[in-house]
């Protein structure tokens, strides 16, 4: 059974940090490009930051650039975004999915979603 599951959300001030992680079960990440999308209430979907699968290159949204890392944990099947400097605007259910390319930072051809990850920024 292919799986995919986020965690690592949770409550954290503004300029805070959390780090998500996307673990896979049933099949390997690292024959997909791996997207994080977020969703925050009222808003339509977004993607965030897109890892291809070919050479690791890494892309990031305008609104995250400088302050979310993405990255790979092969022997872990993982995938992590670390998360710095949060802003409220932040705020939002995280989502990863395994893709079959990255477009910038979105992620394509997406085959497996997992249920995501709740993200609130507040003081």
């Known amino acids: 059974q292919l799986r995919i599951v986020e965690s690592g959300g949770g409550l954290v001030q503004p300029g805070g940090s959390l780090r998500l992680s996307c673990a896979a079960s049933?099949?390997?990440?690292?024959?997909?490009?791996i997207g994080w999308f977020r969703q925050a209430p009222g808003k339509e979907r977004e993607g965030v930051s897109c890892?291809?699968?070919?050479?690791?290159?890494?892309y990031y949204a305008d609104s995250v650039k400088g302050r979310f890392a993405i990255s790979r944990d092969s022997a872990k099947n993982t995938v992590y975004l670390l998360m710095n400097n949060l802003r409220a605007e932040d705020t939002g259910v995280y989502l990863c999915?395994?893709?079959?390319?990255?477009?910038?930072?979105?992620?394509?051809?997406?085959?497996?979603w997992g249920q995501g990850t709740q993200v609130t920024v507040s003081s």
């Open positions: 890892i291809s699968y070919s050479d690791g290159s890494a």
């Open positions: 049933g099949f390997s990440l690292d024959y997909y490009a």
């Open positions: 999915a395994a893709g079959h390319y990255c477009s910038g930072y979105e992620c394509y051809g997406t085959a497996s």
